[in-house]
């Protein structure tokens, strides 16, 4: 038996519950890990409300992000063995001392990279290398608009487009966090609770506005993330921080200026196992040569998930979080 946090019926934090359950041996195509740590996302909190259904059903072990030691691998596994140091990213199990997943969502980690970096890391970066690289790709000089600057993906959000060349604009909640923000890469900031952000946005840009915006916000910042985009500029609505953007009309796209709109998943984006690997290999080339620095930020014992959760939903928390077993 090895300790666990799982969820039997969905709600608040306050489901999550600290006990003990076995895990069985690897099948054909899977691996073991002994957890050294794992990542708290917001995803986890869509699941654990019932907003994402669990595709397992329940009772369910929280989390999609972890790294950890191969302590035993399935028939069939012939590129992972027992002692690699491995990080991943797989639906669901990562809140535990140890789990089996399937062995191609899991990538080798070099002895550079530590297991709480990788924690830290597998879902935020490699979501933040798709939205820059591939979903909108990032050029030289572009204004981009980052909401929730100084959240998990936020910070290596704000990092990476520097690195890239772009001006950096980042939505915070506090002035605590602008100062976070612009320490990791943000030339700009706006306080998005108090100050219009559409406006500021404009005067930062001299009118000029954005070429892409990145908004894992949701329901708050829309429409009003549109009017800080350029004719033919990129809304890229990854996540629902605040609930879900409800239903409107697309037309609205072609008053605000040709709009393109996405709703991107990091699924989709590493479903086959070739683009995970690519992705994650830039995802350490970055952390590797010192570009991008992955700031963890809070880190609880595994048995403190509600209260990470908590934190996060309350909009305390900054950069990565993550859970020691
Ligand atoms: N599509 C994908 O592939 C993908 C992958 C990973 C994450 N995501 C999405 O990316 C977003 C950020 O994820 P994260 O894990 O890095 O979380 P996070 O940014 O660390 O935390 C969420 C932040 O959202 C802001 N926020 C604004 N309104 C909020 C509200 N009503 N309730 C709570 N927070 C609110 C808060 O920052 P302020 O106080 O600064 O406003 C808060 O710190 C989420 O929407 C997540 O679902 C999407």
């Not at 990129?234 to 709109?261: H, R």
């Not at 930020?297 to 996060?312: C, G, S, V």
């Amino acid at each position: 038996m090895v300790a666990a946090v799982r969820v039997h019926k969905t709600g608040g934090p306050e489901v999550l519950t600290y006990e003990d359950i076995s895990v069985p041996a690897p099948g054909p195509g899977q691996i073991k890990v002994k957890n050294h740590a794992s990542g708290v996302n917001f995803i986890d909190t869509y699941f654990r409300s019932g907003m994402y259904p669990s595709p397992v059903g329940l009772p369910f072990v929280s989390g999609n992000e972890g790294a950890g030691e191969v302590i035993a691998v399935g028939p069939g596994v012939s590129d992972i063995k027992v002692g690699d140091r491995v990080g991943y990213v797989s639906a669901l199990g990562a809140y535990a001392a140890e789990r089996v997943l399937p062995a191609d969502r899991a990538v080798k980690l070099s002895e550079k990279i530590s297991y709480e970096q990788a924690a830290g890391m597998m879902l935020k970066g490699m979501t933040v290398e798709y939205l820059l690289r591939r979903t909108y790709k990032v050029q030289k000089g572009d204004n981009v608009l980052i909401h929730a600057a100084a959240g998990g993906i936020g910070l290596i959000a704000c990092q990476w487009a520097k690195y890239l060349g772009a001006n950096v604009i980042g939505t915070v909640g506090s002035k605590d966090k602008a100062e976070l923000a612009k320490k990791n890469g943000a030339h700009h900031t706006i306080l998005y609770r108090d100050e219009d952000f559409v406006a500021k946005v404009k005067e930062i840009t001299s009118g000029k506005l954005c070429d892409v915006v990145y908004d894992g916000i949701g329901k708050t910042t829309f429409p009003a993330s549109l009017d800080c985009l350029r004719p033919l500029g990129y809304f890229v609505s990854f996540g629902s921080a605040s609930g879900q953007i409800e239903a409107f009309n697309i037309n609205i796209l072609q008053t605000k200026g040709s709009l393109f709109a996405t709703r991107p998943t990091l699924n989709n984006y590493v479903a086959k196992r070739d683009d995970l690997v690519a992705t994650a290999a830039d995802l350490f080339k970055v952390v590797g040569s010192g570009a991008v620095k992955i700031p963890i930020n809070q880190k609880y014992p595994l048995k403190d998930a509600a209260k990470a959760h908590k934190e996060m939903e309350g909009r305390d928390t900054t950069g990565s979080t993550i859970l020691m077993p």
